[in-house]
């Protein structure tokens, strides 16, 4: 099976490379060749679901003959986490970086069959080219061949770190990756863009749907992450800025930016070299992600170890660097704005200050995650820089990022006067106001300014996109005569794009609420308790009532029963454990060994609208540890029949004697011995419950976290409604060309514009200006087209 | 004013924003940093610097010591004189002998005292190679 993979493999990589070849033979418009370099990616996709495929039945079979399955799976590891285990390996994430391109390439050449036809091609080219280099790696690079066996398989795997195995982290490295990859599509479509000098807003038209599904699915895949460090670390926190987290949030913000700046070149033909710019930055810090997981080149939680492919993806990165920035540099005259800024008070501006903002965050993410290779430059010390640093300069970006939220949905594009302004302003700032006040009157928020202010702002800002959809869906009924709540679903439906990122920036704005409070008013201690003794944090009783024990065949959990009273009423038990893992795939020679293995807490999490009660413990199994090392020691003196000890241990010494050069009878033996060791494993353990030792419990107490998760699952539903294809839209995929798409976003304009005078946005004055400059935009499109 | 000077002022007000937030952040990281240095660097450091220090904690050497713990490390290649280190409070769920931590602290006669909250614990494993069953 590992040959026939290794086939496919070498056959995805010669597919790829032709697929590319085809491509940019056919660029001058051969309908054939075009027609088989599409389909040759799609061969490409299948080619790579098929090794993949192989790659899961193996982890399915539990055949350790694959190296990969050996390493990263073993016998008792849940089949889920078989599944998941491919992406826990090096070779197995490249794997999946290969697929998720192969499969976003196809959907976009797919979506783009009948359009764009001087622009795929070097679309094409970029993509299968970046594919090519994935699987190449996986074929040429030392250590990282997914197909790699073993002579002769051993009879277990290692298994899968226990850290590992939770939930989120199944799916967590598959959205990052996907995040990471389909960020390709727009940046190749922006090259084949650059190439051919067709630079007007098409290529965004074409790509703007994988550069939102790319930013998704990165930014779940981040929330994912912090869920899982939140619940399963033991350590309460979400988010350390640690160099790994920093390189996946990275191109998310440069993402952000780029689907904000990307509707000023669709509306106004302008940022064209901002756009072009972003998008390389864009990707390249998705391939400097998936290069900073893999180097060791800076000092991070997530220790990847030594590898053999982190040059070649600098490489990679340095050429799409130097040659993006070569195309733009040499196509500067085609890329100038078809027109200016009006007005400062216009959306666009907003736009343009939200981007920078963005990409000022990114510039100090990056510079702060790097720095212990600059300080090394210029000092000759390696230093580092902690959470304090980056929360200095992130905070007030954060507080400025949600007031241009809050600013930006409420002007009208191109300019807003004065009277306008004014009417749509009012009641976001008197909402902003109110927040700011109540909180200092009835909350000591403000003790800490930096958490007022952003609460403040996300007050004015929630108001204002609130107002939004009440004004649009007013606006709608008074259209349509349709009734209050059926106006708002249509209008929803009906502007997917525009309210989608409306939920969108609802879900962020609380999300940094969640994040705000939780880092700011957070209670944070380490309480030592026996069974039977209560502490009080935070106006709660905490009881640690009685230890607990459970022991099964892959670990042994020691634990604790807690009583939690709220003003003298109980509310509930927490049970905090701490697992212990048996290490899997190795002798044990000891009682010892049984806990040499790897250690989980399982935090005992009591979430809440308001506040979240989060407790870890540490239990003290010093005593228990004692008595190991004494039934090792009784369990050696029996094997050598010390007298006085009990008489199986004469049997047990019998059968090892006469297993002596018999290999079948020594299994039996050894099995035995096994069997014998966890049995007296298991009652040493028992004695935890009854040492009456004192156990460590860290115990938080994080204000609002909730709604951080609630926040990110919200702007996840904005986006996917934001995505969904409209019904003209996907009638209309299969036949659309260009010009249509460019009617279609010029009508879209004009209805925009129609609702935000009906919604009070735009006043008669500034409507009469801007549906007159539309509609000869509109008039100058058809005039362009062809007489059929 | 005229369009083509009121861009002008704008594009210098932008730079100099830059500028400042690019100074600033120069400055605040430099002084802001603690030095990393590994265990061996540190026996004969100076008492009361803070420093990151970076090294693998010795197998079997993790004694609890009240409400935390004390340990020895060495350097992250495993040779070398050890430290000993205290810290105090919870450790992370990956912390245990041969694993390689993060911690930053100072000299306090002899032992390198680790702050609260600053144990960090290298996730094991993925994407390692056999070095670290």
Known sequence: MASLGSALLGLAFAAALAAGALALAGRKGDERLLTWSRRTVYGFCGLLIACVVIIESAFARDDFSFNIVAEHSSIETPTGYKLAAMWSSQEGSLLLWALVLSLAASAALWATRHKLRDLVPWATAVMMGVAAFFTGLMLFAPDVDPF?????????????????????????????????????????????????????????????????????????????????????????????????????????????????????????GMLKVWNASLIVGT??????????????????????????????????????????????????????????????????????????????????????????LISELFTGEKASLAAPWFDRYTTPLAILLVVFTGIGPLLAWRRVSWESA???????????????????????AESNLWALALFAFAGFALAGLAQEFWSGAAARRQLTGEPGAQALVGLVSRNRR????????????????????????????????????????????????????????????????????????????????????????????????????????????????????????????????????????????????????????????????????????????????????????????????????????????????????????????????????????????LVRTEADARKEAKYREIRDAELDHAAGKLSDEDFAILDAELREEAIEILDREPIA | MDPQRKRKIRLVVALSTAVLLAVALIYTSFSASSEAKEPSELLNAAPGTSYEMTGRVVKGSIQRHGNGIAFRVVDRDGFGQSLPVTYTGTVPDPFRGGREIVLTGAMKSGTFVGERETLITKCPSKFTTKSDG
Not at chain 1, 184 to 206: H, K, M, N, Q, S
Not at chain 1, 717 to 729: F, H, K, V, Y
């Open chain 1, 148 to 268: 790699a066996t073993l002579d002769p398989a051993p009879a277990d795997g290692i298994g899968l770190n226990p850290l590992l195995q939770h939930p989120s982290m199944m799916i967590h490295p598959p959205m990052l990756y996907s995040g990471y990859v389909a960020f390709t599509v727009p940046f190749a479509f922006a090259i084949g863009a650059l190439v051919t000098r067709r630079l007007d807003a098409e290529w965004i038209r074409a790509t703007r749907r994988f550069a939102l599904i790319a930013w998704a699915f990165l930014g779940f895949g981040l929330l994912l992450g912090a869920r899982w460090s939140y619940t399963e670390l033991g350590w309460g926190g979400y988010w350390a800025w640690d160099p790994v987290e920093n390189a996946a949030l990275m191109p998310w913000l440069l993402g952000t930016a780029f689907l904000h700046s990307i509707m000023v070149q669709e509306k106004r």
């Open chain 1, 283 to 372: 990707f390249s810090m998705a391939l400097l992600g998936t290069f900073l997981v893999r180097s060791g080149v800076l000092q991070s939680i997530h220790a990847f170890g030594d590898n053999t492919v982190g040059p070649y993806i600098l490489g990679l990165i340095a050429v799409v660097l130097v040659g993006s920035a070569a195309l733009i540099v040499s196509r500067l005259d085609d890329l100038r704005s078809e027109k200016r800024i009006d007005s400062l008070a216009s959306r666009e501006s907003v736009f343009l200050v939200n981007n920078l903002l963005l990409v000022g965050m990114t510039a100090v993410i990056f510079w702060g995650t790097f720095f212990p």
């Open chain 1, 422 to 444: 004014k009417r749509v302003f009012r009641l976001p700032l008197a909402v902003g106001a109110v927040v700011t006040v109540a909180l200092v009157l009835f909350t000591d």
């Open chain 1, 498 to 733: 525009r309210y989608g990122g409306y939920i969108v920036h609802v879900g962020i704005i609380v999300l940094l609420i969640g994040i705000a409070a939780s880092s700011s008013f957070q209670t944070n201690r380490d309480v030592e308790l026996k069974p039977g003794e209560s502490t009080v944090i935070d106006g709660r009783t905490i009881t640690y009532v009685k230890p607990t024990v459970a022991v099964d065949s892959e670990k042994f959990t020691f634990g604790s029963i807690l009583r939690i009273e709220e003003d003298g009423k109980l509310v509930g038990y927490l049970r905090p454990s701490r697992r212990f893992f048996r290490p899997t795939g190795q002798e044990s020679g000891t009682i010892g060994s049984f806990f040499a293995g790897e250690a989980t807490s399982e935090v005992g999490l009591r979430p809440g609208p308001w506040h979240d009660l989060w407790i870890a413990e540490q239990p003290n199994i010093a005593a228990v540890q004692r008595g190991v090392r004494a039934a090792d020691k009784g369990f050696q003196a029996c094997l050598r029949g010390v007298p006085g000890s009990p008489p199986e241990c004469k049997a047990l010494r019998a059968a090892m004697q006469a297993s002596v050069g018999d290999p079948q009878r020594e299994a039996q033996a050894l099995d035995q011995i096994s069997r014998l060791q966890s049995l007296a494993a298991k009652n040493v353990a028992q004695t935890f419950l009854e040492t009456g030792a004192a156990s460590t419990f860290k115990v938080i107490v994080n204000p609002l976290v909730t709604w951080m998760w609630i926040g990110g699952l919200i702007a996840l539903a904005g986006a996917l409604i934001a995505l969904w294809p409209t019904r003209g839209g996907r009638r209309g995929a």
